[in-house]
């Protein structure tokens, strides 16, 4: 298995540009979920997903969009990237077995924004 | 509200000494509290969770946590620390019968082991 993956591991964009986070995972997870990580704050969740079809949103999903269409992919969306958005953002996944599960997390995309 | 606090930002300990990163939650219900670690430019790895049972609770690298309901506390220990162990540390919880609901995260601390 190769876990959680994300692509790109890096990027930069230019403010009002937008761009796609990719996430995948193979271990046929119900859950996923995107954070982003800023120092100081700990991981703030962004949106997750119970399923496919099935979105909601967490702490801070200003600016960004999610759709689940598979079990497998959960796509974040930066629709007009601002300054405010440079961050550290990871994907994370986990069985739907009650709230026991463990979230196994991808390797993380960092993002800036100029 | 669901909320875990991790009350320090740094932990600095000599290699060979015990270590405590402690970690305390507030949530309605019963918790199920977790214990991640992040090495630098690298994402988070599972170390331990508790969910019933033993309030001591044995994880990856020698690390283990106690449970300890009265001081909605979730510490995490190592009997002797390693250079290797440094790192970013972080507590999430969530509360049971909350089935699909995210993990809540503290806001992390950084363990720093010195040779």
């Known amino acids: 298995n190769a876990g959680v993956t994300q692509t790109p591991k890096f990027q930069v964009l230019k403010t009002g540009q937008s761009m796609t986070l990719q996430c995948a995972q193979d271990m046929n997870h119900e859950y996923m979920s995107w954070y982003r990580q800023d120092p100081g704050m700990g991981l703030r969740l962004i949106h997750y997903?119970?399923?496919?079809?099935?979105?909601d949103q967490g702490e801070v999903p200003n600016g960004y969009n999610v759709s689940r269409s598979t079990t497998e992919d959960f796509p974040l969306r930066l629709l007009s990237a601002a300054p405010s958005q440079t961050s550290v953002y990871f994907c994370?996944?986990?069985?739907?077995?009650?709230?026991?599960?463990?979230?196994?997390f991808g390797p993380g995309t960092r993002l800036t924004v100029l | 509200a669901q909320s875990v606090a991790q009350p320090e930002d740094q932990v600095n300990v000599a290699e060979g000494n015990p270590l405590t990163v402690k970690c305390t939650y507030s949530v309605s219900g019963n918790p199920y509290l977790f214990w991640y670690v992040q090495y630098p430019n690298r994402g988070l790895q599972f170390l331990l969770k508790y969910i019933t049972g033993d309030n001591l609770v044995k994880g990856s690298y020698g690390f283990e946590a106690e449970f300890n309901k009265s001081q909605t506390s979730f510490h995490l220990k190592k009997p002797s620390a390693l250079v290797s162990d440094s790192a970013l540390y972080f507590c999430?919880?969530?509360?049971?019968?909350?089935?699909?609901?995210?993990?809540?995260f503290g806001k992390g601390t950084t363990l720093s082991v010195s040779s």
């Open positions: 997903s119970v399923g496919a079809g099935i979105t």
């Open positions: 999430a919880v969530r509360a049971s019968g909350q089935a699909g609901t995210a993990l809540i």
């Open positions: 994370a996944s986990s069985g739907l077995a009650g709230s026991t599960d463990t979230q196994y």
